[in-house]
C-alpha cells in the first residue's frame, strides 16, 4: 500500500524526473529507516503488543520493529476505509519526505554515500558483515559496516540490503559528525607587501606600520 502511494504521488508530481531518477526516489522514501522514523514521530512503539523477550531488549525502539508496525497500520487502515483514507495518511507522513528527496533522488542511499566519502578522504574502503536470525519467511537481518578494522556502525532490517543501508547510515553520521567538530586549521599572516619579515618576528599589517611611523607619533 505504502509503495503504491508513493509511486503514484511521484509519478504524477514529478515528471520532469528520469525513470531512474522516479526509482532512486521511490527507494529513499520506501525503507525500512524511513518507515522507522515516522513510527518514531508517531511514537507508535508505545502502543505495541510485545512478547517479554522483545519487551526487555528494547523491542518498543527497534527500527524492523517499528517499521512493520507501520506498515500493519497503513494497511489496517486501507482495509478499514479503503484507498483514500490509506492514500491520505501516507501523503500527510511521508509528502515532506518525497519531496526533499526529489531535490537529489539518490541521497538516501547511504551505501553510495559512504563509498563516495571514503573515497573522497583515501581512507580505506567499508566492508559490510551481515548475518541473519529466524525462519526463512521471518528472517532479520543484521549487518556492521567496518573501515580501516573499526566498526563504524550497526544495522537491522528485513532483507540484507535494508540492514546494509542501516549500518551504512550509521556510519556516514558518524563520520560526518567528526568531520563537523574537527578544529578550523590556524593560518599565519602572510606578511605585508614590501616587507620583508625579520628572524623572530611576526609581520604587522600596513596600519600598524602606519602608525608606528615617526611622522605618526609626532
Known amino acids: 500500500m505504502l509503495g503504491l502511494v508513493v509511486t503514484s504521488h511521484i509519478y504524477r508530481n514529478y515528471p520532469d524526473l528520469s525513470e531512474g531518477a522516479l526509482a532512486k526516489l521511490r527507494s529513499d522514501v520506501v525503507n525500512s529507516v524511513s518507515l522507522a522514523?515516522?513510527?518514531r514521530e508517531l511514537d507508535l512503539g508505545s502502543a505495541l503488543l510485545l512478547g517479554k523477550g522483545?519487551?526487555?531488549s528494547g523491542g518498543r525502539?527497534?527500527?524492523s520493529i517499528l517499521a512493520d508496525a507501520l506498515e500493519a497500520v497503513i494497511g489496517a487502515v486501507y482495509v478499514d476505509g479503503g484507498w483514500e483514507p490509506a492514500a491520505a495518511i501516507v501523503l500527510e507522513r511521508f509528502a515532506a519526505r518525497m519531496q526533499h528527496a526529489a531535490r537529489r533522488p539518490g541521497l538516501e542511499d547511504y551505501k553510495t554515500r559512504l563509498q563516495e566519502h571514503v573515497a573522497r578522504t583515501g581512507i580505506r574502503s567499508p566492508?559490510?558483515?551481515v548475518t541473519d536470525t529466524g525462519p526463512?519467511?521471518?528472517k532479520q537481518?543484521?549487518?556492521s559496516v567496518c573501515i580501516d578494522d573499526e566498526v563504524f556502525g550497526r544495522g537491522q532490517g528485513r532483507t540484507k540490503k535494508e540492514a546494509e543501508q542501516a549500518a551504512a547510515a550509521e556510519a556516514w553520521e558518524r563520520l560526518a559528525d567528526t568531520e563537523s567538530h574537527d578544529p578550523e586549521p590556524t593560518s599565519t599572516p602572510a606578511p605585508t607587501s614590501g616587507s620583508a619579515p625579520t628572524s623572530g618576528s611576526t609581520p604587522t599589517s600596513g596600519s600598524t606600520l602606519h602608525s608606528l611611523s615617526p611622522?605618526?607619533?609626532?
Not at 611622522?215 to 609626532?218: V, Y
Open 37 to 39: 522514523s515516522v513510527a
Open 54 to 56: 522483545e519487551e526487555t
Open 61 to 63: 525502539e527497534k527500527s
Open 127 to 129: 566492508d559490510y558483515d
Open 136 to 138: 526463512d519467511h521471518e
Open 141 to 143: 537481518f543484521f549487518a
Open 215 to 218: 611622522k605618526a607619533t609626532q
